[in-house]
């Protein structure tokens, strides 16, 4: 039976590249991103051809509830959705949205989703993104470091909560990747020179090397791994 995998944040950058990936390993795919340009946007692009693009925001619970309430298969869960507001996010408003979005949108999804993954002929497999933020600490980024450590604490205990009912919680760690979340970093040339140096493989991540990964936390090649936080960084971690 073909499986189904659901992404969010699967209209942009990482998300999309882990959406494609799975759609050219021949899965049924959904991708979710919020509202707008960047939904309609993929809706035109040919390199979303044959993935089913929805609008949802994981901040939005009733939303959420009425997006599950229409599913009846999910075998591969992916929360990729995710913002940032660099210095902006020692506002409070703006620091509760980015942990309600990155932490609380992985939870409301994994919540909304856990029955039908557990019905999972194969298995049911999460797959959160975590961060390097999610070791680190980000003195720009105080809501997106919280949330990312939340998202890596949040997959362990979900690992070891819903071990009994078949399902699989892991995540990716990614480092530096190019998408439009770190073009302003990308664009600075001192600031991706630092970026660079730090990485022992000495490139940006691309969305396709995040996918590599992703997708085999979600196979049989990982029946026996959960709990995990798998870094996609180039050794930037490491070093
Ligand atoms: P991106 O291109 O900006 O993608 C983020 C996606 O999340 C977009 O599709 C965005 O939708 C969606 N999104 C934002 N708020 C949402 C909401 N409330 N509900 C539903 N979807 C929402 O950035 P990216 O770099 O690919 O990031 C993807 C994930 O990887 C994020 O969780 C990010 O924290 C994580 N990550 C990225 C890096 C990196 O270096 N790029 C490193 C570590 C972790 P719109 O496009 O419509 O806004």
């Not at 660099?86 to 029955?115: I, Q, S, W």
């Not at 493989?201 to 936390?217: E, S």
């Amino acid at each position: 039976m073909t499986r189904q995998i659901l992404v969010s944040g699967g209209t942009s950058g990482i998300g999309a590249g882990i959406a494609q990936a799975f759609r050219d390993a021949g899965d049924a795919v959904t991708a979710v991103g919020l509202a707008g340009p960047d939904l309609d946007a993929a809706a035109k692009d040919p390199a979303f051809r044959g993935i089913d693009l929805k609008p949802l925001d994981v901040s939005d619970q009733a939303a959420v509830d009425a997006f599950a309430a229409s599913l009846t298969q999910v075998d591969v869960l992916v929360n990729c959705a995710g913002m940032i507001r660099r210095m902006a996010e020692y506002e409070m408003p703006t620091f509760l949205k980015v942990l309600d979005v990155n932490l609380g949108g992985t939870m409301r999804l994994c919540l909304a989703c856990k029955d039908l993954l557990a019905q999972s002929g194969r298995g049911g497999a999460i797959v959160n993104t975590a961060s390097m933020l999610s070791f680190f600490g980000g003195p720009a980024v105080p809501a997106y470091s919280a949330s990312k450590g939340g998202v890596m604490q949040l997959t362990k205990s979900l690992a070891v909560a819903w071990a009994k009912d078949g399902i699989r919680v892991n995540a990716v760690a990614p480092g530096w990747i190019a998408t439009p979340l770190t073009q302003a970093l990308q664009d600075d040339a001192a600031r991706s020179q630092v970026i660079l140096d730090r990485t022992p493989m000495a490139r940006w991540g691309t969305p396709a090397d995040v996918a590599k990964a992703v997708l085999f936390l979600a196979s049989d090649q990982a029946d026996f791994i959960t709990g995990a936080i798998l870094p996609v960084d180039g050794g930037y971690a490491a070093m």
